[in-house]
């Protein structure tokens, strides 16, 4: 009965052993050991300084239930053209579960071929599984950041609301080398860090001593608050975040008051009361905006827009005359979309306000005059208008808003296209 046990017990083994067997430990499934912060091919490794305590992560995808795994790495001697073996290992218990171990020392500088063997639960060696790639460690060079300026202010600040604004930052500090994707050793990426990183777009200049470089950033990606430059060697190593780093984004003025006068020309295009008595495109007449925009982002400007208009209403015919004041008055919500770097504001503004028929009189033969009309109605004004600098506080402004009026007798509503001219306090 016992050896019936025992013979099953290993028959139930020699299923597991087979059927682990099966499984590809390929190229696909465990990959490249990846050292700490470099790419994902794994051609390329990097070797970080001891001086920096930080030590090398060595890594692999697990084979499943193992018993152990073997870790050998060789390093090529370029003198006798072949490679000699450097590191021999084999995993604990941990270890094996991790999938994981540590070079501290780190691996110096030098072309490596690294091999990976599974032992399984019987303790056997699954040769189909033996992993072999090459790869390489690089030096690694610790950036340094010791200044991050806006060349056109001289100073860690950048105006969104600055019409001369293209993105350039100066940075100086130790270890700046240029951006080369295709390159392992030497090879630098920077980046604005403030919640998501923000890439630039270009390097401008570069000094050959490592120095110094200029990126251009798209204004676009840019938002107020104060950003983090980091500077990030291949090797994962990057600059320390301290006030040095710091860069800040921000516009000039908390708040814009705009101030812009203008013609108006209304045309009643709703109910023939006033086209009847007057005309349907009334004379040219007098206009003012002024907006106070409180909230300003990188995507719009919000605030409130206060819009007034005065007509002078008058017609004569063979038997009378009748003339009186037209003027509205509307306290609007405003939304402004910055364009061509700011030097075009697109506008959509809309509220309530009110009309106010003054004074319209019927003049009859022999000084006849008609009881006068004095009324303030309801209305909605909502438009557009695209305000073009041109400079940095001059404008000049063209919209066209719908103004739609009720009282008790009519429903009047007006297009009201306007142009005029406008100054930013």
């Known amino acids: 009965m016992l050896n019936k046990k025992i013979l099953f017990f290993f028959l139930m083994i020699l299923i597991v052993s087979l059927g682990f067997a099966q499984k590809n430990l390929g190229e696909d499934e465990i990959g490249i050991n990846q050292l700490l912060g470099f790419g994902e091919d794994g051609n390329s490794q990097s070797e970080t300084a001891e001086k920096n305590k930080i030590v ?48 501290d020392p780190p691996l110096p500088v030098g072309h490596y071929k690294e091999r990976i063997r599974v032992f399984n639960l019987l ?61 392992a050793e030497g090879s630098t990426k920077y980046f604005l860090q403030r919640g998501r990183p923000i890439f630039p777009k270009k390097v401008v200049s570069h000094d050959s001593k490592n120095r110094s470089i200029r990126l251009q950033f798209d204004m ?54 006033i086209p009847t008595y007057f005309e349907k495109t009334m004379p040219v007449s007098a206009q003012a905006k002024l907006n106070f925009m409180f909230y300003k982002r990188r995507w719009g400007y919000l605030g409130l827009a206060l819009r007034g208009s005065y007509s002078r209403l008058k017609k004569s015919v063979e038997k009378y005359t009748i003339d009186g004041n037209l003027g509205t008055a509307h306290l609007m919500f ?20 009110g009309a106010y028929f003054n004074n319209i009189v019927f003049h009859f033969p022999y000084n006849i005059d008609s009881a006068p009309l004095n009324t303030i109605s309801l209305s909605f004004d909502a438009g557009l208008s695209a305000q073009i600098y041109i400079n940095k506080r001059l404008y000049s402004e063209l919209g066209c808003d719908y103004v739609l009026t009720k009282n008790s007798d009519i429903l009047v509503g007006m297009v009201m296209p306007y142009a005029g001219v406008g100054w930013q306090f």
């Open 56 to 103: 090398q992560p060595f890594s692999w995808v697990s084979a499943g239930d193992v018993l152990k795994y073997e870790i050998k790495i060789e390093k090529f001697n370029e003198a006798k053209n072949f490679f000699e073996e450097y590191f021999f290992h084999e995993t604990n218990e941990e270890e094996t579960e991790n999938c994981i171990i540590y070079f």
């Open 123 to 183: 303790g056997a060696i699954e040769e189909s599984l033996t992993y072999i790639e090459e790869f390489d460690v690089h030096q690694a060079y610790k950036p340094e950041i010791k200044n991050v300026s806006y060349p056109l202010y001289m100073r860690n600040v950048i105006y969104l609301d600055d019409l001369d604004n293209d993105g350039i930052l100066e940075v100086s500090g130790k270890n700046l080398f240029l951006i080369d994707e295709d390159k």
């Open 220 to 273: 676009k990606d840019l938002d107020v608050g104060e950003y983090q430059l980091v500077a990030q060697d291949s090797s994962g190593l990057h600059s320390e975040i301290n006030p040095d780093s710091v860069f800040t984004v921000k516009f000039k003025k908390l708040v814009d008051l705009d101030l812009e006068a203008g013609y108006v020309l209304p045309v009643v295009v709703q109910d023939n009361t």
């Open 334 to 353: 405003a939304y402004q979309l910055p364009l061509f770097r700011r030097r075009v504001m697109f506008e959509l503004h809309g509220g309530p306000g």
